[in-house]
């Protein structure tokens, strides 16, 4: 292998490591073919981010949001973006895949919202898993507050092996995993039965609350994770002493 080949391997390396994840860095370093369960919005998302890219997730986003990832159509959504059908499969192999990029993207967003709320709550560990909820009031009285994406993409696409679905999917899970790693600092007996509990919940307020345009399901499912919490605790509190 050149110096010139071996620099384009490195660099795929680096990439693959860096912006995918873990198992497709060490399949590709071993020298083993790309995954086939790997998409193509996976490969997309190992390469630099192109200002057309941008914008045309940005406007898919928010067509999908507003209309259903289903009823927009492709002519739709070039119409709105204004590019070239060209531009759209240079990037993306199909909607499906531009459907699973914003929902990763979104799922991002969330996520590091989520984080943030749960770091400028302080250091009790109550508090910081209580300002989950405190988050969700703030999401609902957004004026572009429209449901909840993901559960919206998952009733869109049922099967559960759609790569759509389990796009979605993984990130009520990677809520659920924040979830229980909060429910674990606050002394919770079962981490993972209050997590459950918790995720069902925030599920239950988002549909409340786009079925209701209000903020009120945030601060009635804040109180009775509230409950929860002070029943995992005494439980836990009562197994100690015995």
């Known amino acids: 292998m050149g110096a010139a080949q071996e620099s384009s391997r490195q660099l795929c390396l680096y990439r693959v490591k860096h912006e995918i994840d873990q198992p497709v860095y060490f399949a590709f370093a071993s ?10 919005a996976d490969r997309d998302s190992a390469t630099p981010t192109s200002a057309k890219r941008q914008h045309l997730m940005a406007t898919a986003w928010r067509l999908f949001y507003r209309d259903g990832y289903r009823p927009v159509g492709i002519d739709t959504l070039l119409a709105e973006a204004e590019i070239a059908k060209m531009t759209l499969y240079n990037h993306f192999s199909s909607k499906d895949d531009l459907i699973v990029a914003v929902i990763r993207k979104r799922s991002e967003e969330m996520l590091a919202g989520l984080a943030d709320a749960v770091d400028r709550a302080g250091p009790s560990p109550e508090r910081r898993l209580l300002a989950v909820f405190d988050w969700l009031k703030v999401l609902f009285g957004s004026p572009d507050f429209n449901g909840c994406a993901f559960i919206r993409a998952l009733s869109e696409f049922p099967e559960p092996t759609h790569h759509v679905h389990q796009a979605a999917w993984r990130h009520k899970q990677s809520v659920r995993k924040m979830l229980l790693r909060l429910a674990a600092e606050a002394g919770a007996k079962d981490p993972p039965a209050l ?3 918790l995720r069902l919940l925030i599920d239950g307020a988002l549909v409340a609350a786009h079925a209701t345009g209000s ?3 945030a601060r009635v499912a804040r109180a009775a994770a509230a409950s929860l919490l002070k029943q995992a605790k005494g439980s836990a509190a009562r197994s100690a002493k015995t």
């Open 195 to 197: 997590a459950d509990s």
């Open 215 to 217: 903020t009120k399901p």
């Open 31 to 40: 020298g083993l073919s790309w995954p086939h369960s790997v998409g193509m």
